[in-house]
């Protein structure tokens, strides 16, 4: 009994103590903060942990629509059950890490309700006293 309580008393600090692992990269560079950004929105569904990368207009207008997911499904247009959340490279360059904007492309894999869902996200970044914050989430010219 006592060996059955100890272990769940583990798993459960275990689980508890769980950081962003998974995220890897330069915690000063933008694609860093922007990953950061999308991955407490998504997979901890935590609004308040989000807009701790965001710049406060942006934290604001994400505060207005109370959940994560709300902010997700009608700002970002974007909904998942889970997601990977991958830096595009291909359009990177050297001045995007010297300078105070950049923009920085996201490709999002997921499900949602059981379908694969792929997509891709540009997000523009500013440096404000030495911190990158999202400033702005290009909309899809795609969508609606």
């Given at each position: ?18 950081n ?22 998504y ?49 990177m ?9 950049a ?12 379908n ?29």
């Open positions: 009994m006592k060996r059955t309580l100890l272990l769940a008393l583990i798993l459960l600090l275990t689980a508890c103590g769980q962003d692992d998974d995220i890897t990269g330069d915690p000063n560079s933008p694609g860093y903060v922007a990953t950061q950004y999308f991955y407490a929105l997979n901890h569904d935590n609004l308040e942990r989000a807009t701790q990368y965001a710049t406060p207009k942006l934290a604001r207008i994400m505060r207005s629509y109370g959940t994560a997911s709300q902010f997700t499904r009608n700002l970002v247009n974007l909904q998942y059950d889970q997601v990977t959340i991958e830096l595009d490279r291909t359009e360059s050297v001045r995007q890490q010297y300078g105070d904007r923009t920085i492309n996201l490709v999002f894999t997921g499900h949602f309700h059981g694969q869902v792929d997509d891709m996200r540009s997000v523009k970044m500013i440096r404000e006293r030495g911190d990158w914050l999202v400033s702005e989430i290009v909309p899809d010219p795609y969508g609606r």
